[in-house]
């Protein structure tokens, strides 16, 4: 999945500086952007969630595996 294709399922995103993304979770109820979007020079996608939710219990949360 294209990262643009993952942000748009999302909603809306901040761009950091080091051209990573901060998002809200869907795997919990996040009030302030907790998840961490990064893509790879080899354009895997790493998603890290601040809050402790598992990568797996995210991508579930958006219908992805």
Known sequence: ????????????????????YLVKCPAHDDRNPSLHITQTADDRILLKCQAGCTTEAVCQAIGIT
């Not at 294709?5 to 995103?13: E, T």
């Open 1 to 20: 999945m294209p990262i643009g294709d993952l942000l748009n399922k999302l909603g809306k995103a901040k761009h950091l500086t080091d051209g990573s």
